[in-house]
Antibody, heavy 124, light 107 residues
Framework: QEQLVESGGGVVQPGRSLRLSCAAS????????LHWVRQTPGKGLEWVAT????????YYTDSVKGRFTISRDNSKNSLFLEMSSLRGDDTAIYFC?????????????????WGKGTTVTVSS | AVQLTQSPSSLSASVGDRVTITCRAS??????LAWYQQKRGSPPNLLIY???SLESGVPSRFSGSGSGTDFTLTISSLQPDDFATYYC?????????FGGGTKVEIK
C-alpha cells in the first residue's frame, strides 16, 4: 500500500527554522516526483514546492523562494522541506504528495497519494 | 500565475441531486486539470485528472469535462459520502495553483 507520513511539525517562533520530513513506503520512491502542499486552518490549499524524481528539478511558490528548500534522499525513501525565516503566514498543515507517474505511456504529474499532514505553527 | 476561480463557493443539495461545480482558469491550461475531494481532517483525494479521466477506485457518478479555461465537475447522483469540499488544481504551468474550493453541504 502506497503511503506517505509527514513529521517534524511544531510550534516555532518567527524568524526561526524547521525541517519537515516525509517517509514513503509501498512504491518505488526514486521513480516519482513529489510535492509539498499546505493548507491554512479552515482555508484552502496552496502548492508550496515540487522536486523531480532525481532531485534535479525543483520549483517553489513565490512566497517561499529563498526561504524554503525541498530535497529528497532516494536511498532512504524520504522527502524533506527545510524552512527558514519562518513567518506567521507560514502557519499551516503541510502535506507531502506523490505524482501519479507513468500511465499509458505518459508521465502524469497529478497528485494521487497524500500524507495526513503535519502542523506548523509560527508564533511568538 | 494561473488563477483558478471555482463556483459556487458553497452549495446545499439533497441526496440524489445532480451537482455541478465549475472551475475557470485565468488563461488556457489545455486539459491539465485535476479535481480533488477533501473531508474534514483528511488530506485531499484525487477524483479526476486530465480534466476528464476518472482516477482508479473513484465511483462513476463523478465525471469531469472541459478544456482551455472552463472546466466542470459533475456528481450525477449525490450520495451521503459526497458531502465534502472539492478543489480544482492546474498542472499546465508553475506555479501550480488550486481553486478556492466548493463546499457541498446537506440541504
Amino acid at each position: 500500500q502506497e503511503q506517505l507520513v509527514e513529521s517534524g511539525g511544531g510550534v516555532v517562533q518567527p524568524g526561526r527554522s524547521l525541517r519537515l520530513s516525509c517517509a514513503a513506503s509501498g512504491f518505488p520512491f526514486s521513480r516519482f516526483g513529489l510535492h509539498w502542499v499546505r493548507q491554512t486552518p479552515g482555508k484552502g490549499l496552496e502548492w508550496v514546492a515540487t522536486i523531480s524524481y532525481d532531485g534535479g528539478q525543483k520549483y517553489y511558490t513565490d512566497s517561499v523562494k529563498g526561504r524554503f528548500t525541498i530535497s529528497r534522499d532516494n536511498s532512504k525513501n524520504s522527502l524533506f522541506l527545510e524552512m527558514s525565516s519562518l513567518r506567521g503566514d507560514d502557519t499551516a498543515i503541510y502535506f507531502c504528495a506523490k505524482e501519479q507517474g507513468w500511465l499509458n505511456g505518459l508521465y502524469n504529474y497529478y497528485l494521487d497519494v497524500w500524507g495526513k499532514g503535519t502542523t506548523v505553527t509560527v508564533s511568538s | 500565475a494561473v488563477q483558478l476561480t471555482q463556483s459556487p463557493s458553497s452549495l446545499s443539495a439533497s441526496v440524489g441531486d445532480r451537482v455541478t461545480i465549475t472551475c475557470r482558469a485565468s488563461q488556457g491550461i489545455n486539459s491539465a486539470l485535476a479535481w480533488y475531494q477533501q473531508k474534514r481532517g483528511s488530506p485531499p483525494n484525487l477524483l479526476i485528472y486530465d480534466a476528464s479521466s476518472l482516477e482508479s477506485g473513484v465511483p462513476s457518478r463523478f465525471s469531469g469535462s472541459g478544456s482551455g479555461t472552463d472546466f466542470t465537475l459533475t456528481i450525477s447522483s449525490l450520495q451521503p459520502d459526497d458531502f465534502a469540499t472539492y478543489y480544482c488544481q492546474q498542472f499546465n504551468s508553475y506555479p501550480l495553483t488550486f481553486g478556492g474550493g466548493t463546499k457541498v453541504e446537506i440541504k
